[in-house]
Nanobody, 127 residues
């Protein structure tokens, strides 16, 4: 199983950035994939999830309306488009997945739900 993120970098406040994640090693169409982030000294926070069987997406209130998660099933890729970024969005962003909803636990933004993790990509938002 592999999840490889890309697209991180440094942007100014108010700008947009799109992260990508290509996955392999499990059935993409049966999986659920989520983006988590971790800022220095803080806990992991789920910022977006997509349930691939039905395409439903989930977001916490902290990013709703600014972040959009999408997918390309043929390419086995997911994307996280982040708009109107602010310094509070600075963190390492991780692409995570659970291979099947049959044994997924918790809600789609629950950290313990995901068994596979990418290496992370850094996003830094400057004021």
């Amino acid at each position: 199983v592999q999840l490889v993120e890309s697209g991180g970098g440094e942007v100014q406040s108010g700008k947009s950035l799109t992260l990508s994640c290509v996955v392999s090693g499990f059935d993409f169409d049966e999986s659920e994939i989520a983006w988590f982030r971790q800022a220095p000294g803080k806990e992991y926070e789920g910022v977006a999830a997509i349930s691939n069987p039905d395409g439903r997406t989930y977001y916490p209130d902290s990013v709703k309306g600014r972040f959009t998660m999408s997918r390309d099933s043929l390419k086995k890729m997911v994307y996280l488009h982040m708009a109107n970024l602010d310094p509070g969005d600075t963190a390492t962003y991780y692409c995570t997945a659970v291979g099947s909803l049959l044994y997924a636990i918790g809600s789609p933004l629950y950290l313990g739900r995901y068994e596979y993790w990418g290496q992370g990509t850094q996003v830094t938002v400057s004021a």
